[in-house]
Nanobody, 123 residues
């Protein structure tokens, strides 16, 4: 069982930055690939980025490539999402999720989810 808790969301102006954190419980964090997803009001949950269990592989949605960076610290059981050059269309609830070993873009592939953190980007 893995429990995930996101933090770091908030209100920011367009062009600004935020860093989200996702703290995981359990002793096997290093066995899990971690993903970030987001869900805007009235829309489906969409893939943002993911990192493999060992941190060697990352994937990004085209909409965030070059602006967002995912990283992880297995010693701290934490995954991060650095978001730069934020746009109003990045406004959403951001969720972290975990699945064994390899990354996936599909929400259905992830076994564990956090409760989400709101990110609002004003124009």
């Amino acid at each position: 069982q893995v429990q995930l808790v996101e933090s770091g969301g908030g209100l920011v102006q367009a062009g600004g930055s935020l860093r989200l954190s996702c703290a995981a419980s359990g002793r096997t964090f290093s066995s899990y690939a971690m993903g970030w997803f987001r869900q805007a009001l009235g829309q489906e949950r969409e893939f943002v980025t993911a990192i493999s269990a060992n941190g060697a592989s990352t994937v990004y949605a085209d909409s965030v490539k070059g602006r967002f960076t995912i990283s992880r610290d297995n010693a701290k059981n934490t995954v991060y999402l650095q978001m730069n050059s934020l746009k109003p269309e990045d406004t959403a609830v951001y969720y972290c999720a975990a699945k064994l070993i390899f990354t996936s873009r599909a929400p259905s592939a992830y076994n564990y989810w956090g409760q989400g953190t709101q990110v609002t980007v004003s124009s």
